[in-house]
């Protein structure tokens, strides 16, 4: 199946300005056009454009996505771009415990108050 810019805009949450931004910024490689000149985006743009949010989403700089991206389409590199995807993992882990401490700090916290508003309502 076959997608315009504004489809796969309403699909994605991006903005066309974005999807082209991220084109250009070779973010998004290889997109085909009609005689026309407009971009034509098949189901396989759509998931990479997917992967694409979702590994932003976890703080992967651009660069890497960028490097990541370019070597989408060589099979030589499928070693190091699951390296580029672990070391990834090891990262969003070790933030994802950091986040549940300082989660359970708050909670502490929280606690600290509700019971001194307990104590101040007798």
């Not at 998931?47 to 991206?69: P, V, Y």
């Not at 590199?77 to 300082?102: G, P, S, V, Y």
């Amino acid at each position: 199946m076959n997608y315009s810019i504004n489809e796969i805009s309403k699909l994605t949450d991006l903005s066309k300005y974005t999807l082209r931004y991220y084109e250009k910024e070779k973010l998004i490689p290889l997109i085909k056009r009609d005689s026309s000149g407009h971009r034509i985006y098949n189901e396989k743009d759509l998931e990479w454009i997917e992967f694409l949010i979702n590994i932003k989403q976890t703080g992967m700089s651009i660069e890497d996505i960028r490097q990541f991206a370019k070597m989408k389409f060589d099979p030589q590199t499928m070693f190091l771009r699951k390296q580029m995807l672990l070391n990834h993992k090891k990262r969003i882990i070790q933030q994802e415990k950091q986040l549940h401490h300082a989660l359970d700090m708050i909670d502490k916290k929280l606690d600290m108050y509700l019971n001194i508003e307990q104590e101040s309502e007798l």
